[in-house]
């Protein structure tokens, strides 16, 4: 079970929650925390077992809901368990005599069977149990998620519970600070105050404000050039820059769709493409050249479409750099060659380089692609060679852009 999304009716309730929040805390929880320091070890065992074996229940979908025995393998038995011999180890107590704590406090509560399981979890800390127990009870999370503290929390919106739970885990915490400052013990830190912290951020990140919708996508400029016809066709080369103007997102699975219509308006052909990723307040130099059958194009459009966005103030896809780049032309068309260097860490699967053929007053006159589906390694130069069977004539500059799976640098 996870959140993801708040209703604006919660939304509302977490506001007025939140804003309470410091006075709240200053309140209740700092006598609660107060009265745990201190105390001796069998008071503690007795307070653990009391906890653990008190239900808390909440109104849930017509239901009651027990927090502590939330899911078969979700649950409070475990929570504490983990939260336990984390605090433990995090003052430094010898393994083997935490264990012997955690079983004697908890052994008339708590699944015999369910504890031991974790034991051996924390002897292999490097272990997938360990991991997995970690992911599921550890003291740093985030929404959504699907370990322990963020179902609860999940289900506390849902619920209209949000009170009833933050009295859940000031309860779980006090339990574990009075262990962690058990006999007079003066910790420099807790593993349990890990706990407060991430409930806090997640209720602090719901209540901020959303953020805005994303700019569309902007066409800044197209312009191509026709061969001449042969059979039923043409030859027709394209460049089109097109504009990310969301400066902390980067544009995902952008579609293209360029039409071209003849002289009496009517649509002659559309041609479709897509980019992957376009950086944050980047423009990219889409090119194409493709076969076009039917009358001559008398007039250019083009819309380009993100399908998402992803969060992201810096830009990633502008670290290949095209080196040598030569045109030859020759009996109306142009050859290209040249090098593509990669300056990533790490291989890219597959890739496109786009180029764009300007005038000396930067006007676009025409543009090609090409693929390199073996990839590209880091600092290992691919060949280019860009075949256009048309001549663009007066094309002065040359301007690229790179386009790939922007998702392969963060996996």
């Given at each position: 079970?996870?959140?993801?999304?708040?209703?604006?009716?919660?939304?509302?309730?977490?506001?007025?929650?939140?804003?309470?929040?410091?006075?709240?805390?200053?309140?209740?929880?700092?006598?609660?925390?107060?009265?745990?320091?201190?105390?001796?070890?069998?008071?503690?065992?007795?307070?653990?077992?009391?906890?653990?074996?008190?239900?808390?229940?909440?109104?849930?979908?017509?239901?009651?809901?027990?927090?502590?025995?939330?899911?078969?393998d979700?649950?409070?038995?475990?929570?504490?368990?983990?939260?336990?011999?984390?605090?433990?180890?995090?003052?430094?107590?010898?393994?083997?005599?935490?264990e012997?704590?955690?079983?004697?406090?908890?052994?008339?509560?708590?699944?015999?069977?369910?504890?031991?399981?974790?034991?051996?979890?924390?002897?292999?800390?490097?272990?997938?149990?360990?991991?997995?127990?970690?992911?599921?009870?550890?003291?740093?999370?985030?929404?959504?998620?699907?370990?322990?503290?963020?179902?609860?929390?999940?289900?506390?919106?849902?619920?209209?519970?949000?009170?009833?739970?933050?009295?859940?885990?000031?309860?779980?915490?006090?339990?574990?600070?009075?262990?962690?400052?058990?006999e007079?013990?003066?910790?420099?830190?807790?593993?349990?105050?890990?706990?407060?912290?991430?409930?806090?951020?997640?209720?602090?990140?719901?209540?901020?404000?959303?953020?805005?919708?994303?700019?569309?996508?902007?066409?800044?400029?197209?312009?191509?050039?026709?061969?001449?016809?042969?059979?039923?066709?043409?030859?027709?080369?394209?460049?089109?820059?097109i504009?990310?103007?969301?400066?902390?997102?980067?544009?995902?699975?952008?579609?293209?769709?360029?039409?071209?219509?003849?002289?009496?308006?009517?649509?002659?052909?559309?041609?479709?493409?897509?980019?992957?990723?376009?950086?944050?307040?980047?423009?990219?130099?889409?090119?194409?050249?493709?076969?076009?059958r039917?009358?001559?194009?008398?007039?250019?459009?083009?819309?380009?479409?993100?399908?998402?966005?992803?969060?992201?103030?810096?830009?990633?896809?502008?670290?290949?750099?095209?080196?040598?780049?030569?045109?030859?032309?020759?009996?109306?068309?142009?050859?290209?060659?040249?090098t593509l260097?990669?300056?990533?860490?790490?291989?890219?699967?597959?890739?496109?380089?786009?180029?764009?053929?300007?005038?000396?007053?930067n006007?676009?006159?025409?543009?090609?692609?090409?693929?390199?589906?073996?990839?590209?390694?880091?600092?290992?130069?691919?060949?280019?060679?860009?075949?256009?069977?048309?001549?663009?004539?007066?094309?002065?500059?040359?301007?690229?852009?790179?386009?790939?799976?922007?998702?392969e640098?963060?996996?």
């Open positions: 079970m996870t959140l993801l999304s708040v209703p604006k009716s919660n939304r509302k309730f977490i506001f007025s929650f939140c804003d309470k929040k410091e006075r709240f805390m200053k309140s209740n929880m700092e006598t609660e925390y107060k009265n745990a320091v201190g105390k001796g070890a069998g008071e503690v065992m007795r307070d653990l077992a009391e906890f653990l074996s008190t239900p808390f229940v909440i109104r849930y979908k017509e239901q009651t809901l027990d927090l502590c025995a939330l899911l078969p979700l649950n409070m038995h475990e929570q504490l368990t983990f939260a336990l011999m984390s605090e433990a180890l995090t003052q430094g107590w010898d393994p083997a005599h935490a012997g704590f955690v079983r004697n406090a908890l052994s008339s509560v708590a699944d015999p069977a369910a504890t031991e399981a974790i034991f051996a979890a924390f002897r292999e800390p490097h272990g997938k149990n360990y991991v997995e127990y970690s992911r599921k009870y550890g003291n740093r999370f985030s929404m959504p998620g699907s370990g322990y503290w963020p179902t609860v929390l999940a289900v506390g919106i849902d619920a209209d519970e949000i009170p009833r739970v933050m009295q859940y885990l000031r309860a779980f915490s006090v339990v574990l600070m009075e262990f962690a400052y058990m007079n013990r003066n910790p420099q830190t807790t593993y349990t105050w890990g706990y407060s912290e991430s409930f806090h951020n997640i209720l602090d990140e719901l209540t901020k404000e959303p953020d805005p919708e994303p700019l569309p996508l902007k066409v800044r400029a197209i312009g191509g050039t026709a061969g001449k016809r042969v059979g039923d066709g043409y030859e027709l080369s394209l460049g089109i820059d504009e990310n103007p969301n400066a902390d997102r980067m544009a995902r699975d952008v579609e293209i769709d360029v039409t071209l219509k003849d002289r009496n308006g009517a649509i002659i052909t559309v041609l479709r493409d897509r980019i992957r990723s376009i950086d944050p307040a980047g423009i990219y130099h889409f090119g194409i050249t493709r076969r076009i039917g009358a001559a194009v008398a007039s250019l459009s083009a819309v380009a479409k993100a399908s998402g966005y992803l969060k992201l103030s810096t830009p990633v896809m502008k670290h290949a750099r095209l080196e040598n780049f030569r045109v030859k032309t020759e009996n109306g068309e142009m050859n290209t060659t040249g260097i990669g300056k990533y860490d790490r291989p890219i699967a597959a890739l496109c380089l786009h180029c764009q053929f300007l005038s000396a007053e006007k676009i006159l025409g543009g090609a692609n090409e693929w390199f589906f073996d990839g590209m390694q880091p600092e290992i130069p691919l060949t280019v060679a860009l075949h256009i069977p048309v001549e663009i004539k007066g094309a002065a500059k040359v301007v690229y852009s790179v386009d790939f799976d922007a998702l640098l963060i996996r």
